[in-house]
């Protein structure tokens, strides 16, 4: 994978660890990606661990993603 830049702490990351999708209204929207010292801190359950119905809101370790049966 390429190099990112870390949506925490800003500093470029040859491994980055897609978290979240970035919903926008104006257009598509975009991968949150963070170093991996981030995602540990912050306990953001990686994109590739989400459930299949995950929306690709940020998750919590210990916490199902929201998904479209939830937002009705």
């Avoid at 979240?20 to 981030?38: D, N, T, W």
């Avoid at 990686?46 to 940020?58: C, N, Y």
Wanted: glycine share 8%; with cysteine; aromatic share 4%.
């Amino acid at each position: 994978m390429s190099t990112q830049t870390c949506r925490e702490c800003h500093r470029s990351t040859s491994e980055p660890v897609a978290v979240a999708l970035e919903h926008v209204a104006s257009g598509p929207g975009h991968i949150v990606y963070l170093c991996a010292v981030c995602q540990f801190a912050l306990g953001l359950v990686p994109l590739d661990e989400h459930p299949a119905d995950s929306l690709g809101f940020p998750a919590l370790h210990g916490r199902r993603p929201e998904t479209e049966r939830q937002r009705g």
